[in-house]
């Protein structure tokens, strides 16, 4: 089992930053992937980005791409999600994930971002 625990979200102002942060604990050499995603009400989960822990190899939604930054610290086992530019349809429960390629089978409870216009 691979342990999830999500921080970091909250109330912004439209142009502004948060950075979100997923603290991996349990199996983690069972995982070689870190994604972001987000959910709104009535909303499918929806993929954000994505980060090996081998190599830091990144890939964003095109939604994200420019404004949202992917990041990790393996030896505190902990990926972040750096969001700038935030836009009020960035707004969104935003769920931290683990697993092998890109199949993810560990998820965490879950941060609220906010973003006011």
């Known amino acids: 089992q691979v342990q999830l625990v999500e921080s970091g979200g909250g109330l912004v102002q439209a142009g502004g930053s948060l950075r979100l942060s997923c603290a991996a604990s349990?199996?983690?050499?069972?995982?070689?992937?870190m994604g972001w995603f987000r959910q709104t009400p009535g909303q499918e989960r929806k993929f954000v980005s994505r980060i090996r822990w081998s190599d830091g190899s990144t890939y964003y939604a095109d939604t994200v791409k420019g404004r949202f930054t992917i990041s990790k610290d393996n030896t505190k086992n902990t990926v972040y999600l750096q969001m700038n530019s935030l836009k009020p349809e960035d707004t969104a429960v935003y769920y931290c994930?683990?697993?092998?390629?890109?199949?993810?089978?560990?998820w965490g409870q879950g941060t609220q971002v906010t973003v006011s216009s």
């Open positions: 349990g199996r983690t050499f069972s995982s070689n992937t």
């Open positions: 994930a683990a697993g092998v390629a890109d199949a993810y089978h560990y």
